[in-house]
T-cell receptor, first 113, second 115 residues
Framework: DQQVKQNSPSLSVQEGRISILNCDYT??????FLWYKKYPAEGPTFLIS?????DKNEDGRFTVFLNKSAKHLSLHIVPSQPGDSAVYFC????????????FGQGTILTVHP | DGGITQSPKYLFRKEGQNVTLSCEQN?????MYWYRQDPGQGLRLIYY???????QKGDIAEGYSVSREKKESFPLTVTSAQKNPTAFYLC??????????????FGPGTRLLVL
C-alpha cells in the first residue's frame, strides 16, 4: 500500500511559466514533507521541506504548499528554467520512524526554452 | 570535499553470484541508508543503519545483506536470492536520527545489471 503518491509521471512546461508538481499522502501522522530533485545517473539532492505545522514554505523560486485536510503537498517553481528539468520526488517523514523517508514515484519535469 | 562515494558506477552480476556495492561517506554522519530505484517506482528503502554495528531492514530487504563495521562505510551485498536485482542503487546518509528530518545526502548511485 503506497503511502505517498505522485500521480503525474511527467509534466511539460514552457520556460518562464509556473511548474506545479503534486503529491498525495495517506497518513496524517507525518511530521515533515520534503522535495528532492534528481538528474539522470545522479543521486537526488534536497530541494525544500515543510513542517506539518506550516502550510507554506518559500525558498527563492521554489515554494512548497501543504494542505493537511486534503493530505496534499505541492511544489511551485516560478519562473521555470530549462535547468529545472529533472525528476522530482516528494518524501515524507515521521518523527518516530528513525529517520526513514518514504518517497513518491517521482515526476519528470521538462522545461522547454 | 565532504560527500558520499559509491563504487562501482556500473556493476554486472552473473546468475547465482553475490555482488557487493560500496558506499563511503566522510561527512561524519551517524545514519546511512540503501535505496533501490526502479522505473516508475521511486525510491524504496532496503536497509538502514543508525549507528556502527547496528542496522535494520527496510521495506524490501529480502535478498540483500549489509554490514556497518565502520562509521564511514555501509556496503550492500546483493545475494543470489535476489531474483530481480537489476536496478539503480542509491546510498544516503544523514547526520543523526531524531525528531527533525535530517536531510539525507545521496551518493551518485550504482547501476547493477544482470548478465
Amino acid at each position: 500500500d503506497q503511502q505517498v503518491k505522485q500521480n503525474s509521471p511527467s509534466l511539460s512546461v514552457q520556460e518562464g511559466r509556473i511548474s506545479i508538481l503534486n503529491c498525495d499522502y495517506t497518513n496524517s501522522m507525518f511530521d515533515y514533507f520534503l522535495w528532492y530533485k534528481k538528474y539522470p545517473a545522479e543521486g537526488p539532492t534536497f530541494l525544500i521541506s515543510i513542517s506539518s505545522i506550516k502550510d507554506k514554505n518559500e525558498d527563492g523560486r521554489f515554494t512548497v504548499f501543504l494542505n493537511k485536510s486534503a493530505k496534499h503537498l505541492s511544489l511551485h517553481i516560478v519562473p521555470s528554467q530549462p535547468g529545472d528539468s529533472a525528476v522530482y520526488f516528494c518524501a515524507v517523514f515521521r518523527g518516530t520512524s528513525y529517520g526513514k523517508l518514504t518517497f513518491g514515484q517521482g515526476t519528470i519535469l521538462t522545461v522547454h526554452p | 570535499d565532504g560527500g558520499i562515494t559509491q563504487s562501482p558506477k556500473y556493476l554486472f552480476r552473473k546468475e547465482g553470484q553475490n555482488v557487493t556495492l560500496s558506499c563511503e561517506q566522510n561527512l561524519n554522519h551517524d545514519a546511512m541508508y540503501w535505496y533501490r530505484q526502479d522505473p516508475g517506482q521511486g525510491l524504496r528503502l532496503i536497509y538502514y543503519s543508525q549507528i556502527v554495528n547496528d542496522f535494520q531492514k527496510g521495506d524490501i530487504a529480502e535478498g540483500y545483506s549489509v554490514s556497518r563495521e565502520k562509521k564511514e562505510s555501509f556496503p550492500l551485498t546483493v545475494t543470489s536470492a535476489q531474483k530481480n536485482p537489476t536496478a539503480f542503487y542509491l546510498c544516503a546518509s544523514s547526520s543523526r536520527l531524531g525528531v527533525l528530518p535530517e536531510t539525507q545526502y545521496f551518493g551518485p548511485g550504482t547501476r547493477l545489471l544482470v548478465l
